[in-house]
């Protein structure tokens, strides 16, 4: 039985206590578990976030306002995020994703406009929300003329990781199960995977990936 419960999760149900959970991000070595002292400047990072968010606003013409009815996401929070005051956590860029119709990695404007071919581990990034112990690698980043992205992500054990809705309704999910336990809910539905196990399918409601308290996960996350 797997619990979502862990120290501090009071804290992770509610993703707008964004000045105690920064989405970091950070370069690591060849080896998974071996993470660099060195990090990417994390006010670089808020500002290209904020500056993405604010085109994407910009683009459709909405209002702070609106965005916050379709997000879900509280107008105060999402004039913070804007200005760079503060990190998102993965569980409001994922809400943000659901109301732009886009995934997290176009979202944050990693689009190629001419990919290349072979992208080395050092230069995948990676993101960190160490409110709920999840890490995010992205292995294949999208681009214009690719339809598919890859990720290599990892949770803490016993963690819990929500999403309200898919970034757009029928997107398709291939999960492959590296190392750990791993249970992948879907439309309401809960699947306990292992190692080598494979999950696939469509992604049109809720969503949530959770770990036991005695052992994490990494897998490999292919969206199409």
């Known amino acids: 039985m797997l619990s979502a419960h862990r120290l501090g999760h009071k804290r992770r149900q509610h993703p707008e206590y964004l000045h105690e959970t920064r989405l970091t991000c950070f370069l690591y070595r060849d ?3 071996y993470m660099e002292n060195t990090s990417i400047d994390t006010a670089a990072m808020d500002q290209r ?3 993405r968010l604010k085109g994407l606003r910009a683009e459709r013409d909405w209002s702070l306002d ?8 509280s107008r105060a929070t999402l004039s913070r995020l804007e200005n760079a005051e503060v990190s998102p956590t993965a569980q409001v860029l994922g809400k943000l994703c659901s109301a732009y119709g886009l995934t997290m990695s176009r979202l944050m404007h990693m689009v190629e406009d001419e990919f290349a071919p072979l992208i080395r581990r050092e230069a995948q990034a990676v ?10 690698r992205s292995v294949s980043p999208p681009a214009q003329t690719l339809a598919g992205e890859m990720l290599e992500c990892e949770l803490d054990p016993g963690a819990r990781i ?7 309704p029928g997107l398709e999910h291939h999960l492959l199960l590296i190392e750990g336990q791993l249970e992948v809910t879907v439309d309401g539905q ?8 494979c999950l696939r399918y469509q992604l049109f ?3 949530a990936f959770a770990t036991s308290e005695h052992s994490g996960a ?3 996350l292919f969206m199409l």
């Open 190 to 197: 809960t699947h306990a995977l292992n190692p080598g196990d």
């Open 31 to 33: 080896n998974f578990s």
């Open 218 to 220: 990494r897998y490999v």
């Open 205 to 207: 409601g809720p969503s």
């Open 66 to 73: 609106e965005l916050a009815r379709r997000s879900m996401v």
């Open 127 to 136: 993101w960190i929300d160490p409110s709920v112990g999840f890490k995010r």
């Open 162 to 168: 929500s999403y309200d809705n898919p970034p757009r």
């Open 49 to 51: 976030i904020a500056k």
